[in-house]
């Protein structure tokens, strides 16, 4: 694909074109879920931009897993803006079983090396961390667009549970992140202040 003309002047209207040539609102449901997880790739770029800045040589796998949940990304969306009827699984990248799998399969791998969790911990202590949970928040945005969109036209249901695992991940991954450098996890402490984990995640 060669983008050669940027702006089209087709939405100064208010209406978009989806992925078949049909004409939307740019309010609508299906653009609103698409327009998420196009958000939600952005802040996956910049998490791995956050990690790649804090020049730890731990993260390289962690960079190029989130690397390919980009391209991922693009796919699902791509998907989002057709029609189910108009899907071409033969022309057309689609997130699957196998990519749910492999995500399911990463979250175990994270969390055995993880310290068992007494509490619900808070986003902070690290701007690595903090970024996960912002792309962790977002997801789950995307996914509850996703299940309405879903109760309103005929949906595969492979987008769905991926971006809920895509989730469970993020959570593990800030975990990760946090006990790769080395900084205590903040815990929720209900009635009080936070306060950071009893445990150094280290151990």
Same mark, same amino acid.
Request: hydrophobic share 40%; net charge negative.
């Given at each position: 694909m060669r &983008?050669? #003309? /940027?702006?089209? #002047? =087709?939405? @100064? #209207?208010?209406?978009?074109?989806? $992925?078949?040539?049909?004409?939307? !609102? #740019?309010?609508?449901l299906r /653009?609103?879920?698409?327009?998420? =997880?196009?958000?939600?790739?952005?802040?996956?770029?910049?998490?791995r931009d956050?990690?790649?800045?804090?020049?730890?040589?731990?993260?390289? %796998? &962690?960079i190029n897993r989130l690397g390919m949940i980009q391209n991922e990304m693009h796919d699902l969306g791509g998907e989002l803006a057709t029609p189910t009827d108009r899907l071409k699984p033969d022309r057309q990248n689609l997130v699957s079983a196998e990519s749910v799998g492999r995500? %399911?399969? %990463? /979250? @175990?791998?994270?969390?055995?090396? &993880? !310290? $068992?969790?007494?509490?619900f911990v808070l986003p902070g202590g690290h701007q690595a961390n903090s970024a996960a949970h912002v792309c962790?928040? /977002?997801?789950?945005? $995307?996914?509850? &667009? =996703? +299940?309405?969109?879903?109760?309103?036209? !005929?949906?595969? %249901?492979? !987008?769905?549970?991926? +971006?809920?695992?895509?989730s469970d991940w993020l959570f593990v991954v800030s975990r990760f992140v946090s006990m790769t450098l080395g900084v205590p996890e903040v815990l929720w402490n209900q009635g009080g202040k936070a306060r950071p984990h009893d445990q150094s995640p280290t151990t």
């Open positions: &983008l050669t #003309k /940027i702006y089209t #002047k =087709i939405g @100064d #209207k208010g209406t978009t074109m989806l $992925a078949d040539g049909t004409m939307v !609102p #740019k309010h609508s /653009i609103e879920t698409y327009g998420t =997880i196009d958000e939600l790739n952005s802040f996956l770029g910049w998490f956050v990690l790649r800045d804090t020049a730890t040589q731990e993260f390289a %796998e &962690l995500l %399911e399969s %990463e /979250i @175990d791998s994270y969390n055995e090396a &993880l !310290p $068992a969790l007494a509490n962790r928040t /977002i997801c789950r945005r $995307a996914e509850r &667009l =996703i +299940v309405r969109l879903g109760s309103v036209e !005929p949906l595969r %249901e492979e !987008p769905r549970i991926y +971006v809920n695992r895509l």
